[in-house]
């Protein structure tokens, strides 16, 4: 069994800047790939940033250059530093590790208001 768990959820106002983090723990095979996706109600979840094995990272349009991902091999972490916050990136974050599987963390809530 994999857990994931992130900290960092909060309110921030727009234009400020929040980082988040995920630590997995457990039974970790191998891992592909880390990153964060997001969820509004009654929306799909969405990918915010991946980053591979290999370094390799990727981003949704709507994050680039305002969001940067990065990782800490030997504790199996990752983060997630967020500027220019917009009110339409309040959402649940959820971590995401795909190894054998994906795995989920239990997800923290982003809200973005003046």
């Known amino acids: 069994q994999v857990q994931l768990v992130e900290s960092g959820g909060v309110l921030v106002q727009p234009g400020g800047s929040l980082r988040l983090s995920c630590v997995a723990s457990?039974?970790?095979?191998?891992?592909?790939?880390m990153g964060w996706f997001r969820q509004v109600p009654g929306s799909q979840r969405e990918m915010v940033a991946l980053?591979?094995?290999?370094?390799?990272?990727h981003y949704a349009d709507f994050v680039k250059g305002r969001f940067t991902i990065s990782r800490n091999n030997a504790k199996n972490a990752i983060s997630l530093q967020m500027n220019s916050l917009k009110p339409e990136d309040t959402a649940v974050y959820y971590c995401n590790l795909l190894g054998i599987r994906p795995y989920w963390g239990q997800g923290t809530q982003i809200t973005v208001s003046s």
């Open positions: 457990g039974s970790i095979l191998t891992i592909n790939a």
């Open positions: 980053i591979t094995r290999d370094g390799n990272t």
